[in-house]
């Protein structure tokens, strides 16, 4: 029975898409996320529908729809691989679909975007980014989250032992989870659309994430203390189902690509923008704001590295290679 239903469901969405690319008009392409629109997310993805609908002059129209309109992350990633969703932008929860990726999860990695560029070009596209395709996606951009940053209303996060006991919402990577449980929180994967009632009623009592989630989910309305950890850099991926890909016209998929990479260095630029803008507006919406203790967190995350190393055979060479690559990188404006 549920591989009748699977089939069901195969031959559903092949219908919906045969008669959506035999329909009159553009080809109408979905581009489906998670963020608010006004986040570093929704404007990266709005960035992008721009320069490709500007490329293509109406032979294809990409439509964003934001605030988990398409459903979440893990709800629009089955859509990509059934192709009725055509873009998305996954983050963490890409390490617990593609094992690859959990190099972008271990804690300290990347010191500024400088840093990012040189990972990108010589790790990211070449050793990770290929290995979505076993996975039936096919990885189109590199973009960005953010450097995350915890809050929580209890007590400043200096330390690690700061947050022994504390309930800390974490997205759906095993990775993340495992880095806040060797830290004594209490982690509690959930959809980001849940966080809000669920620090306003206490179910959890803190969570971490970049500045532009923490702003533009208004967090700081239930939050009061904001630590600037900068655990980990957390890309954001622009994503397409394998299969989907194939499908488009040559041009589409030409102009598509472009975009995808143009808006890489824009998303970067925009991105340290934002952190100095919001973290301005988090102070000012009367946060308490704290620069955590960056070496004791350091010296506590070093176990993490290990396990993905066990876990992953050769990911030591990797996560070497990005490191030696800060010191190639010329240094930029450093996350907040």
């Known amino acids: 029975m549920p591989g009748m239903r699977l089939a069901a469901v195969l031959l559903v969405a092949a219908l919906v898409l045969s008669c959506r690319d035999r329909a009159e008009g553009p080809l109408e392409l979905r ?6 629109p006004t986040s570093l997310g929704g404007l990266s993805a709005q ?12 032979r294809a129209n990409v439509t964003v729809f934001g605030s988990s309109q398409l459903g979440d992350d893990e709800t629009l990633l089955l859509k990509l691989k059934l192709g009725t969703v055509d873009f998305s932008m996954p983050s963490t929860i890409m390490s617990s679909v593609v094992d690859e990726f959990g190099f972008f999860e271990m804690p300290y990695l990347v010191r500024d975007r400088a840093h990012v560029k040189r990972i990108r070009e010589e790790i990211f596209w070449e050793k990770i980014a290929p290995a979505a395709e076993r996975k039936g996606l096919l990885i189109l951009g590199l973009w960005e989250n953010g450097f995350r940053q915890v809050t929580n209303s209890i007590r400043p996060i200096v330390g690690p032992e700061d947050l022994a006991g504390v309930k800390l919402r974490t997205p759906r990577g095993r990775w993340r989870i495992r880095l806040f449980q060797s830290y004594g929180a209490h982690p509690t994967p959930m959809s980001l659309a849940e966080v809000f009632v669920a620090l306003q009623t206490g179910v959890i009592d803190g969570q971490e994430n970049p500045l532009t989630q923490i702003q533009t989910q208004k967090f700081q309305e239930v939050q009061r203390y904001l630590s600037l950890t900068n655990h980990v850099y957390s890309p954001s991926y622009l994503a397409t189902g394998k299969e989907r890909w194939e499908s488009l016209p040559a041009d589409v998929r030409e102009a598509v690509r472009e975009a995808a990479r143009e808006t890489e260095d824009w998303v ?16 000012a919406a009367g946060m308490e704001v704290n620069e955590a203790d960056r070496a004791r967190f350091v010296a506590a995350s070093e176990a993490i590295y290990e396990e993905l190393d066990a876990e992953l055979p050769g990911a030591s060479d990797w996560t070497r290679q990005a490191l030696a690559l800060a010191e190639e990188a010329p240094e930029t404006t450093p996350a907040p």
């Open 47 to 58: 960035e992008f529908a721009r320069r490709v609908n500007e490329r293509l002059k109406g």
């Open 268 to 283: 970067l630029e925009t991105a340290e923008r934002l952190d100095r803008e919001m973290l301005t507006d988090l102070r």
């Open 31 to 36: 581009f489906g996320h998670v963020a608010n």
